[in-house]
């Protein structure tokens, strides 16, 4: 195509009003271009290409998005809710959301403390006992804050609107407690045929852009990943340290993914299936993550967040691979382990290959 790797994935890039592969048009919060843009330039991504070419050190890049929330009609289907309880110094969260680490009972308490317009430390939550809170539907899909916080700020204003002006306590003294429940509705606009799997298959997308710096050791055929640019583009962070380090670690296990983790079946069953023979990376081998992050806010989001739990881990090994093929090494199957590379470096094509492509500068 005599097109370079940036140029390629502009032209191809989806932008507002194109169609997805469901027909689904998208909307204007698309940020392919966006992230692409501010990876390139972060990373020096261009210059890097050009001067690294022929050594042994490599780039690549991978431009992805993912779906918030379940697909299709999943959200309906489930029905979701969330509650919010008057207590004597504020209000009690009664979510079925599971904290794993991921930050989603701080997220959560942001929200409904904003929308309350009371201090955080007048929010409680509750533990996520399905036999005293209501079911708000699994802690999966990237949904957790766009959908399940949306649910409780919609709560959070039902119960500002009842308490007209007074706070929690002096209502609670006056008149007791009450809870409010919420229910999950379908944005308008969006439709979905669930036997024909055509038309809006998520209510937004976020939208990701990596590079990949590498090294390779040419007597070994180690990899070694030297530093990660990761731009998100989320909608809104609701807590940005707390997205970081999401970030990070969906970019960690995509490092994983795509350099040591491999499946090893024998007779049927798994052959590795202990940390002791199944490699996963460690602080030693994740590299220098550079975070940053893009809001364009979707307007059915909780303070227009979208979700960003899932797709952090979509595009490091996409991303490493085309570092590879920038080295002169065409891997078509992960994890590149050096024993992958060691024999795409016997292929005749890769004996002191040079890329021969159009190297822009820095202005994308």
């Not at 680490?101 to 904003?114: E, F, L, N, P, Y």
């Not at 490493?320 to 470096?345: C, K, Q, Y």
Request: glycine fraction near 10%; hydrophobic fraction near 40%.
């Amino acid at each position: 195509l005599g097109l370079d790797t940036v140029t390629l994935r502009a032209l191809n890039a989806m932008r507002p009003g194109d169609t997805t592969a469901t027909g689904q048009v998208l909307p204007d919060d698309t940020s392919a271009l966006d992230v692409l843009k501010q990876a390139v330039r972060q990373s020096g991504y261009n210059r890097k290409r050009r001067q690294w070419q022929g050594t042994h050190r490599a780039i690549g890049l991978s431009l992805f998005f993912h779906g918030s929330g379940f697909t299709g009609i999943g959200e309906t289907k489930l029905a979701s809710q969330a509650s919010l309880e008057l207590t004597p110094t504020g209000v009690r969260i009664l979510v079925a959301s599971t904290e794993i680490g991921q930050g989603t009972r701080t997220m959560h308490a942001q929200i409904v403390a904003d929308s309350l317009g009371v201090p955080y430390d007048a929010v409680e939550v509750a533990a996520a006992d399905t036999n005293r809170v209501p079911d708000s539907g699994p802690t999966v899909a990237s949904r957790t804050c766009m959908v399940v916080g949306r649910l409780l700020q919609r709560a959070a204003q039902q119960v500002k609107e009842r308490l007209n002006g007074e706070s929690p306590a002096a209502y609670f003294q006056k008149h007791g407690a009450f809870t409010v429940t919420t229910q999950y509705e379908r944005p308008e606009g969006l439709e979905w045929n669930d036997d024909r799997y055509i038309g809006d298959a998520y209510g937004t997308y976020g939208w990701g852009c990596n590079v990949v710096e590498l090294e390779i050791d040419r007597a070994t055929w180690e990899v070694t990943p030297t530093k990660v640019t990761a731009v998100v583009e989320i909608g809104k962070a609701i807590h940005p340290m707390m997205v970081i380090g999401q970030v990070e670690g969906g970019t960690a296990q995509g490092i994983g993914y795509a350099l040591l983790e491999e499946v090893v079946m024998r007779d049927g069953r798994m052959a590795n299936a202990s940390l002791t023979n199944y490699i996963i990376p460690t602080a030693p081998d994740t590299p220098r993550i550079e975070t940053i992050i893009l809001e364009k806010p979707y307007k059915h989001g909780p303070y227009g967040a979208k979700g960003v739990g899932e797709m952090p881990i979509d595009g490091p090994a996409p991303a490493v691979v085309n570092a590879l093929r920038h080295a002169g090494f065409d891997i078509r199957s992960i994890p590149a382990t050096p024993e992958r590379i060691m024999s795409a470096a016997s292929l005749p094509s890769a004996a002191g290959r040079k890329l021969k492509l159009k190297a822009r500068d820095d202005r994308l």
